[in-house]
């Protein structure tokens, strides 16, 4: 089992930025993928960035390809996400998600263990 914690979202001018982060229990973190999802009202949830169990490997949406980079520090079971020039479309709730298998995944379905969620709002 691993559990999931987020942080770090809040209310942010457009073009500001803010780091997510996931904590997560266990003691294999490093054998997890971990990606981060958005989902905003009315919309379906959206894959934002994920990364492999070791970091080498990270995969990112286009939307936010340049703005956002993923990242992860096993030793303190978490992972980040540094988000930049944000933008308004960037309003959601971003939740973090954990699976066992080596490589980062896309589809939020291949995820087992997900968080509580945390608002990402961004005002223009």
């Known amino acids: 089992q691993v559990q999931l914690i987020e942080s770090g979202g809040g209310l942010v001018q457009a073009g500001g930025s803010l780091r997510l982060s996931c904590a997560a229990s266990g003691r294999t973190f490093s054998s997890y993928a971990t990606g981060w999802f958005r989902q905003a009202p009315g919309k379906e949830r959206a894959f934002v960035a994920a990364?492999?169990?070791?970091?080498?490997?990270?995969l990112y949406a286009d939307s936010v390809k340049g703005r956002f980079t993923i990242s992860r520090v096993n030793a303190k079971n978490t992972v980040y996400l540094q988000m930049n020039s944000l933008k308004p479309e960037d309003t959601a709730v971003y939740y973090c998600?954990?699976?066992?298998?080596?490589?980062?995944?896309?589809?939020?379905?291949?995820?087992?263990?997900w968080g509580q969620g945390t608002q990402v709002t961004v005002s223009s």
């Open positions: 998600a954990a699976a066992y298998f080596s490589r980062p995944k896309v589809a939020g379905a291949e995820y087992d263990y």
């Open positions: 990364i492999s169990g070791s970091g080498i490997t990270s």
